[in-house]
Nanobody
Framework: QVQLVESGGGAVQPGGSLRLSCAASGSLLIIYDMGWYRQAPGKQRDLVATITSGGRTNYADSVKGRFTISRDNTKNTVTLQMNSLKPEDTAVYYC?????????????WGQGTQVTVSS
């Protein structure tokens, strides 16, 4: 129902910044809770940040104070501003859209974008 496309990944030195964007099509994000997840090689996919349809945010402890998630329902986009990046932030970052319908969870994922933090 909804297609998600991430952009903004790349290579950056420790302490640098990146802004990831997620553009949606096929549906209006206003009805979805949104999130960013990341997965490093050999690791599980972990939650980075979420923002509900009402604008309430939640962050993983490892990124609190450094990352900011936001949404623009008019543009149908979700953004992850990443500051003070560390090597341990290196991972593939995925955009997620979530909605419960009749008690069933619905999840949609983007293709992922690579973030590499190294000297």
């Amino acid at each position: 129902q909804v297609q998600l496309v991430e952009s903004g990944g790349g290579a950056v030195q420790p302490g640098g910044s990146l802004r990831l964007s997620c553009a949606a099509s096929g549906s209006l994000l206003i009805i979805y809770d949104m999130g960013w997840y990341r997965q490093a090689p050999g690791k599980q996919r972990d939650l980075v940040a979420t923002i509900t349809s009402g604008g309430r945010t939640n962050y993983a402890d490892s990124v609190k104070g450094r990352f900011t998630i936001s949404r623009d329902n008019t543009k149908n986009t979700v953004t992850l501003q990443m500051n003070s990046l560390k090597p341990e932030d290196t991972a593939v970052y995925y955009c997620n859209a979530h909605k419960s319908l009749l008690g069933q969870n619905r999840d949609y994922w983007g293709q992922g974008t690579q973030v590499t933090v190294s000297s």
